[in-house]
């Protein structure tokens, strides 16, 4: 066996003191076994881009570039193509946000977005509350700029908004820079904040005078109930993210936000900064794409695609864990977060379900602080059904002895406790 090679880094005391605090992303990490070909991966968020079709793409951009090549090759406004964004408003009235062009600024993703945000928002020591479990990325993107986060739990209806009240009673008026929260489908919940708590979540910012980051990338992904409208809809004041990479193509790396307009003359600065301007041709290929193509029924396909892979996996769910196992139904979105008993650490469980073929998150990487060790989160989007079924399966043996071993305990426990009771 050859053994672990030590790299000796001679830069060591010249990284920026935050550095140190900058998450690796646990999806990102489980790439490399994600993608053998004997390994079902139920790990990463990845659109299933096979139903977009290349070849239509394929003609728009090369369009784009016999057409516009004066644009789409050239540098672009910092703001966005004006128009993608015409482009964006509409689809932020679709579901009841009425905006202008000039509200929109277009990002490298929302992830760029969130971590602009950051950027702008964040000194070291800062507080900022998210859900709790809350999206990997965004503390990956919070992480360099060195916050405190304090995260809110949640229930069915998703974060406990009387837990969040108790809170900000607590740290007092300007005690957090930002609440950061994924309404619809969250990730890596699968769970929707209710009409009830949207509303007391808003009342709350205003009442103590805390912006609200609502980012929005499965809204459109819903499978099944009835549309619920985005915090953005109820208060204009929110800071809203949205992206094209759950509904046409991630590779693109195209998202928005929109935002007050002093917070948005500061993203704006933050942006200028950071990339100057983003791909006009990627802009110039999502601009065709959202208005010569129907790319309606292309999302009816996808949302139905991800409907049947919801079922199988939660099907699948139900037939092969046992009732130790607690876990979501999303109605809409990517993922399920299933809960195992306490004593069973997913982390270290990984390697050996990597070798029975199968891939997760551990739940720990949604917590600041290594909450959720007992947790996964199982993405559905992208493998087919009968590799969800068969990928759960493969999980389930590889819990059984864990499992096995907890049920022994029980039993233990209970046959003490009635030797004491008889004595």
């Known amino acids: 066996m050859g053994t672990a090679r030590v790299v000796f880094d001679r830069w060591e005391g010249r990284y920026a003191a935050r550095m140190a605090d900058v998450r690796s992303s646990a999806v990102r990490d489980l790439f490399g076994a994600a993608t053998r070909s004997d390994v079902i991966s139920l790990s990463g968020g990845m659109p299933e881009i096979s139903r977009v079709p290349a070849d239509v793409v394929a003609r728009i951009a090369a369009a784009g570039v016999r057409e516009d090549a004066r644009e789409a090759l050239q540098y672009g406004s910092s703001e966005g193509r004006p128009g993608l964004r015409e482009v964006i408003v509409e689809l932020m009235a679709e579901i009841g946000v009425r905006l202008k062009a000039e509200q929109i600024i277009v990002t490298a993703g929302a992830q760029q977005a969130l971590d602009l945000l950051a950027k702008v928002f964040i000194d070291p020591g800062d507080i900022v509350i998210t859900e709790g479990p809350t999206y990997l990325g ?51 919940a699968g769970v929707t904040l209710s009409a009830q708590r949207r509303r007391r ?38 800071i809203y993210l949205g992206t094209f990479s759950k509904i ?15 917070i948005m003359a500061k993203i704006l600065l933050a942006k200028q900064a950071a990339d100057l ?48 196992v607690r876990f979501t139904r999303p109605e809409g979105g990517f993922f399920v977060w299933a809960e195992l008993p306490a004593f069973i650490d997913t982390k270290s469980l ?37 590799d969800l079924r068969e990928g759960i399966r493969r999980l389930a043996e590889v819990l059984e002895d864990r499992l096995e071993l907890y049920r022994a305990f029980q039993m233990a426990g209970h046959f003490s406790e009635e030797v004491r009771s008889a004595s």
């Open 138 to 188: 965004a503390l990956q993107a919070f992480s360099a700029y060195q916050p405190k986060v304090i995260c809110i739990p949640m229930d069915a209806e998703g974060m406990r908004v009387d837990v969040l009240e108790e809170q900000l009673r607590e740290l007092g008026p300007r005690g957090a820079k930002f609440i950061y929260t994924i309404p619809n489908f969250q990730n890596p």
């Open 350 to 386: 990984l390697a050996e379900a990597v070798e029975h073929g199968v891939t997760y998150t551990p739940g720990d990487a949604f917590y600041p602080d290594g909450r959720g060790k007992n947790c996964m989160r199982l993405a559905f989007c992208y493998a087919s059904p009968d």
């Open 201 to 238: 979540l808003l009342e709350l910012a205003r009442e103590y005078d805390i912006p609200v980051i609502e980012d929005d990338p499965y809204g459109r992904l819903r499978f099944e109930g009835g549309h619920l409208k985005p915090l953005r809809a109820l208060d204009d004041e929110v």
């Open 248 to 262: 046409f193509a991630p590779g693109l790396r195209l998202g928005w936000v929109t935002a007050p307009r002093p």
């Open 277 to 324: 301007c983003g791909s006009a041709y990627a802009q110039v290929t999502a601009e065709r794409y959202f208005t010569r193509t129907r790319w309606r029924k292309v999302l009816q396909d996808l949302v139905r695609t991800y409907s049947e892979r919801r079922d199988a996996m939660v099907e699948a769910l139900h037939e092969h864990l046992p009732p130790e």
